[in-house]
């Protein structure tokens, strides 16, 4: 199977900067997107940033100058550099990939694996 494995949440104060990592890894044979969610208490979980291994990413408004997304595709791994926290970053992040897998002569794609998340908190 695939295991995302994310690291680098913590407790920040406001102004603060956080670089989050995401590392793939298992049964796969390409990755092709990688992304990063929230999920904040008692809110849907949303969108923060997307890059695919052509090198597009993409970012959600609320994060737009502050935030930077990354990937090293050798390593399987995204990053993500968060600069300027806010109070309201705080929440629960989550790596997001979309990738193929070989299951005997057939090829699968999807986008449904997840890591387990790791929590940011900005507070003063």
């Known amino acids: 199977q695939v295991q995302l494995v994310e690291s680098g949440g913590g407790l920040v104060q406001p102004g603060g900067s956080l670089r989050l990592s995401c590392a793939a890894s298992?049964?796969?044979?390409?990755?092709?997107?990688m992304s990063w969610y929230r999920q904040a208490p008692g809110k849907q979980r949303e969108l923060v940033a997307t890059?695919?291994?052509?090198?597009?990413?993409n970012y959600a408004d609320s994060v737009k100058g502050r935030f930077t997304i990354s990937g090293d595709n050798a390593k399987n791994t995204v990053y993500l550099q968060m600069n300027s926290l806010k109070p309201e970053d705080t929440a629960v992040y989550y790596c997001?990939?979309?990738?193929?897998?070989?299951?005997?002569?057939?090829?699968?794609?999807?986008?449904?694996?997840w890591g387990q998340g790791t929590q940011v908190t900005v507070s003063s």
């Open positions: 997001n990939a979309g990738l193929w897998r070989k299951t005997g002569l057939a090829s699968t794609y999807s986008e449904d694996y």
């Open positions: 890059i695919t291994t052509g090198g597009s990413t």
């Open positions: 298992g049964s796969f044979s390409r990755v092709i997107t």
